[in-house]
């Protein structure tokens, strides 16, 4: 990841092409349908004659090439001034245009023989309505990651965009921890349950064994799918951070490169499940606010789900969520005690808190699940009360973030206390959206030209930071509280 | 609006269930069944009844407040700045009785703000200043 971003901008109006060697790395993908249409097939014609086909593999391979190579022949892309164009299609053109500014986040994805080519596929997201994400596939290594930096240096003054290659290490999981971890999943615990139930039961009665395993066959393959898609797809993880949000690298055979940032997090989930608690570990997932593709029903806004650490310790947790939200810690209190007849089994952990800026609640079950929800991005405050919590005199409160199943609940607070709730957390919503909202016109570095002031801090690491003169102060506040901390991270 | 479709279905529900028990079992199992079916209307219909006689809403400075539900009761307040778009739909059967439903989309998908049964009027007047006021006080992600 080198060269000034500056540079790499080609001049507008000169056509370029994706990597010569995309239509091989393009066969890539089709590998494991190949893989497993020959299992099958040799299964199958051993059974039939004895003798095993591949022409049609070959065939298919080649056909699936002469594709690659038309689609590699009719793909082009340019800069038009602040817009990325993208134009693919043979039988149907496809011609897109990305402005710059609404770029959201860039994902490098590497798929092993990409890898071994030497070549990786840029993947960018844009924030708004429209739901046109453009993919070039692919490019050179240096190649994409010069492209990011460009891609994502409006966001962010040049300065922090050039050092964000050196940002500090945030988190990190180290692959004896990870192979732990999903070892002490639910998932994994049932599947060696099930095996060693076939293996034993197949030493007294072969037939039903057997017939059992054919009838489970299914199941045992898409479990073991899921274990292996957790051990590869988080293999190597590694967080780090940079001026325009965390960026991730993690993956076996695949590596992907995303970025999560600062201002797009609606909700910080920690959950810890009950076989990792004895080792203190949790899980932390960050819902982000991505592109938005508009499904039939209108919804608006996509939200998605992501690992920000697969497995680690209550420091690494708190050390990103420190980042992340600043920190926040309100005072959690606990429901009155008569919930415990409304909800037995998770009474033990119900609590639920708020201060200025965020709402916090602890619930689940088995699992343990802590929400951070910044009280800036609440879509909606809502009270619910049910048959039983209202003979108790119980209600809970939500605080829903964009996404399906992002909120924050107070579960199962008094009746006058959720009725507080709702106003103070209305009126607390509202100030922090006003607080946003005033500080609207970021000043996106290379312009430099907005007028001085205190604005979000492009960092994520306090409330606000003070622009002055074209560049960001050591000045911060948090909270209405002055400090100081240097605008850019890392050495 | 509601128990208007609530009658219809019953009184057909009855017939049909009526009809079938006549075909089936002679003339007495078929009128105990149509009784059965229409007194399981008449019940619905009080619920439903209920129900719309529960639901509430408010418009204030900067949100709106909806409150439905008699056995679960609920109490959504939405901003207006949070607002993606704002839906009115007719059904068939609004139609017959002039009423629309006024629903309120937000990026959330569980917010659930929805305003039943409006006469056309006040639900246009509704759209008009529920769109004008999220115009006006739009907030980002």
Redesign the interface.
Same mark, same amino acid.
């Given at each position: 990841m080198t060269g000034a971003p500056g540079e790499s901008a080609p001049p507008e109006g000169e056509w370029l092409r994706l990597h010569p060697l995309t239509p091989i790395a393009r066969i890539g993908r089709l590998v494991p349908a190949l893989v497993l249409l020959f299992l099958v097939s040799t299964v199958h014609s051993k059974a039939e004659n004895g003798r095993v086909e591949t022409d049609y593999l070959i065939a298919f391979t080649l056909l699936s090439a002469v594709y690659g190579y038309i689609h590699w022949m009719v793909t082009r892309w340019r800069f038009e001034g602040d817009t990325l164009r993208i134009e693919t299609g043979f039988i149907r053109k496809d011609s897109r245009r990305l402005p710059l500014a609404r770029v959201q986040a860039v994902d490098i994805v590497r798929p092993l023989l990409a890898r071994l080519l030497g070549v990786s596929e840029l993947r960018i997201r844009l924030a708004g309505s429209g739901g046109t994400d453009g993919k070039l596939a692919y490019l050179s290594e240096a190649q994409a990651a010069e492209l990011r930096l460009v891609l994502l240096a409006g966001h962010i003054d040049s300065e922090a965009a050039t050092s964000s290659n050196t940002g500090l290490p945030m988190a990190s999981v180290d692959t004896a921890r990870l192979l732990a971890s999903v070892f002490l999943s639910l998932v994994t615990i049932v599947v060696i349950c099930t095996v060693a139930t076939l293996a034993v039961l197949d030493q007294f009665e072969p037939k039903t064994a057997a017939a059992v395993a054919g009838f489970l066959a299914v199941y045992l393959l898409s479990a073991a799918g899921v274990i292996w898609r957790r051990l590869s797809g988080q293999y190597n993880f590694i967080a780090v951070e940079a001026a325009e949000g965390v960026r991730i690298r993690r993956g076996l055979l695949q590596t992907i490169s995303e970025t999560v940032p600062y201002g797009r997090i609606q909700a910080v989930r920690q959950v810890e499940p009950l076989l990792w608690r004895p080792f203190g570990w949790c899980r932390l997932e960050v819902d982000v606010a991505g592109a938005t593709a508009r499904n039939q029903r209108g919804e608006g806004t996509s939200v998605v789900r992501k690992a920000l650490l697969p497995v680690g310790s209550q420091q690494d947790a708190w050390h990103l969520l420190a980042r992340l939200l600043g920190a926040p810690d309100p005072v959690r209190t606990a429901p009155p005690g008569r919930a415990r007849l409304k909800a037995p089994l998770s009474f033990h952990f119900l609590s639920a808190g708020h201060d200025g800026a965020h709402a916090v609640c602890v619930t689940g079950r088995l699992n343990r699940a802590t929400t951070w929800v910044p009280l800036e991005k609440s879509q909606s405050i809502r009270r619910v009360q049910g048959p039983l919590q209202r003979t108790l005199g119980l209600a809970t409160v939500h605080v829903d973030v964009a996404g399906k199943r992002s909120r924050a609940e107070f579960r199962d607070r008094e009746a006058a206390e959720a009725d507080q709730l709702v106003a103070e957390l209305t009126a607390l919503s509202r100030s922090a959206r006003q607080r946003g909202r005033r500080a609207t016109p970021v000043p996106s570095g290379a312009g430099g030209d907005a007028p001085s002031g205190w604005y979000p801090d492009p960092a994520g690491r306090h409330e606000q930071r003070y622009w002055h003169d074209g560049r960001w102060t050591e000045h911060v506040a948090d909270g209405g509280r002055r400090s100081a901390d240097a605008p850019t991270p890392g050495p | 609006m509601r128990r208007a479709e609530v009658a219809v279905l019953s009184v057909l529900l009855a017939a049909m269930f009526g009809l079938i028990f006549w075909a089936a079992g002679g003339a007495l199992p078929g009128v105990i069944s149509a009784v059965v079916v229409l007194a399981l209307g008449v019940l619905s219909a009080w619920f439903v009844r209920r129900r719309f006689g529960a639901w509430r809403y408010q418009e204030r400075n +900067?949100?709106l407040i909806v409150a439905r539900g008699v $056995? =679960?009761?609920?109490?959504? =307040? =939405?901003?207006y700045?949070?607002m993606?778009?704002v +839906?009115v739909t007719a059904g068939p059967i609004e139609r017959l009785f002039q009423l629309s439903t006024v629903k309120l989309?937000? /990026?959330? /998908?569980?917010?659930?703000?929805r305003i039943p049964g409006l006469e056309r009027d006040e639900a246009a007047r509704l759209r008009d200043r529920l769109t004008e006021l999220g115009e006006s006080m739009a907030?980002? $992600?």
């Open positions: - | +900067e949100d $056995m =679960v009761q609920r109490l959504s =307040v =939405v901003p700045g949070r993606q778009f +839906e989309h937000t /990026a959330a /998908a569980a917010s659930d703000a907030a980002g $992600m």
